[in-house]
């Protein structure tokens, strides 16, 4: 008995300290009300939305880059295309959330106020299809804040994106991205 | 078995890491949303009446429906084919919950004017209201003229009908969707002297989607009558068929023993019953057109 105690306490001990460190910083930076466009631009229509309420975080220390957002959150010039939206082409009910979990590339002095070119590699999420992608930005450091942004390019069909042929005119192939996030510093 | 003992605790740090990862971190800070259920129907209408839904703010609805002849007229008739009544209707979204509409049926020469709002909308997450709930009135002026040799026109007040519905709806699932229909309707003056000036009835309507894009549905009015009207010819309204959606159109394909496309006619005016065959085929095509100048506006900002 006490041996399996012994190995217990041990392996506590071990768990412990591999979570430890990151546990113990606070230089994590996030935001919840990050800025996600996107525009899908066709000769017959040209369509926006906005995600006001994106949630990011980023770890200084490590490079480590997590974003998410509801796609209900993303507002529609009209209710009738954010129906579709929702109903239709992204199935939100099945899959509510896009996410993105990844590292940034470079190695990026955060204590130094100054502008980077980066990028960041990992896994994007939308529709419930993950795609593994390397998306390039600027990273720009300013006192106690990090501002993110990036542009990017989401094609429909490595999501499984269905759109069907009556509206195939209207709605974009690849659909164009902009992210603008504003981190501050983050206690959990 | 040591082996097994000790498998628990490797899992510690384990659950460790996942608190520590950024992505968890997100989900837990995340505010549970509340949810509006959308799309509990794909159109304005179950099938002949309306359902929770309304027309989305600055979008017009223009919608023609129709309704064959009897299937069981026969061969010479080509089932019905060779008869049809019409409804068009211009229907508008004044706000994201209050619609307007006018609509013009061949039957009776009816003109039609509705108003539709959603007083309450099913919501999940963290505020949850188990239904939606649609107030609809109307008022039909019948203009033909009787066919009657000699006999005194109606007078203007005479011509009008009233109905007032209560829509309650739930979603229940992704699929399944239920309406039920509670109807005030007052003639004032039925189309037969032995009928009632009041009618009240209760709907039962709702869809099943069988894919992405079409859904099968059904609607029952049950009329409550006077038992002494027994000798009325009316029968209840019954009404299965396909909704097929494609982006702007609702194409909705079904069976009816009700030949009006109006309240007032296929709740209190249906004189063909399923038993015997009389049976109508007919469509409704939805298409609904964004008057709105803001999203053009939306996308030269980008």
């Known amino acids: 008995m006490i041996r399996y105690l012994f190995t217990y306490i041990l392996l506590l001990l071990i768990g412990l300290t591999a979570s430890g460190p990151v546990r113990a910083q606070s230089n994590l930076y996030a935001t919840a009300t990050g800025q996600t466009s996107f525009f899908s631009e066709t000769p017959a229509e040209n369509i926006t939305a906005v995600n006001k309420k994106t949630q990011a975080i980023l770890n200084t220390s490590t490079g480590e880059l997590a974003i998410r957002m509801n796609m209900r959150d993303f507002d529609f010039p009209n209710e009738l295309m954010e129906e579709h939206f929702n109903e239709n082409y992204l199935e939100s009910e099945k899959y509510p959330t896009a996410t993105f979990r990844g590292k940034v590339d470079q190695t990026v002095d955060y204590t130094q106020n100054g502008t980077y070119e980066v990028s960041t590699t990992g896994a994007f999420t939308i529709h419930g299809v993950t795609q593994n992608r390397t998306l390039k930005g600027q990273l720009i450091v300013k006192d106690k804040t990090i501002s993110i942004s990036s542009d990017f390019e989401v094609a429909l069909a490595d999501h499984k994106i269905e759109v069907p042929k009556i509206v195939f005119m209207k709605i974009a192939q690849v659909i164009k991205v902009k992210a603008r996030y504003q981190l501050t510093p983050y206690n959990r | ?302």
């Open chain 2, 1 to 302: 078995m040591k082996l097994l003992r000790i498998i628990p605790f490797l899992l510690i740090p384990l659950l460790g890491a996942a608190q520590d990862d950024l992505l968890g971190e997100l989900e837990k800070q995340a505010v549970p949303p509340t949810v509006p259920v959308v799309a509990t129907f794909k159109s304005t209408r179950i099938i002949n009446g309306h359902s929770v839904e309304t027309v989305k703010r600055n979008h017009m609805d223009f919608r023609i429906s129709h309704r064959f002849g009897r299937l069981n007229s026969g061969a010479y008739e080509l089932f019905g084919l060779d008869q049809a009544t019409i409804r068009l209707g211009l229907e508008y979204g004044v706000t994201d919950n209050l619609m307007i509409g006018i609509g013009r049926s061949s039957e009776q020469k009816a003109y039609d004017f509705f108003g539709k709002y959603r007083v309450l909308r099913q919501t999940t997450g963290a505020r949850t209201v188990p239904v939606s709930v649609t107030l609809f009135g109307s008022t039909v002026i019948r203009t033909v003229r009787s066919f009657i040799p000699g006999e005194q026109e109606r007078s203007f007040q005479d011509k009008l009908s009233y109905t007032g519905q209560v829509l309650i709806a739930r979603k229940f699932s992704e699929r399944l969707s239920l309406q039920l229909t509670p109807t005030y309707l007052y003639r004032n003056q039925p189309e037969l002297a032995a009928d009632d000036q009041l009618l009240l009835a209760v709907g039962i309507g709702g869809r099943y989607k069988i894919s992405k894009r079409v859904s099968l549905n059904g609607e029952y009015f049950w009329a409550l009558r006077d038992k002494s009207s027994a000798a009325l010819p009316y029968y209840n309204s019954l009404a299965v068929g396909f909704d097929i959606e494609t982006g702007g159109h609702v194409f909705q394909l079904h069976f009816t023993n009700s030949l009006g496309m109006i309240e007032k006619q296929f709740i209190g005016e249906t004189v063909g019953t399923w038993g015997k065959g009389d049976i109508h085929y007919g469509f409704n095509i939805s298409r609904t057109f964004s008057l709105d100048k803001k999203s053009k506006r939306a996308a030269t900002d980008w």
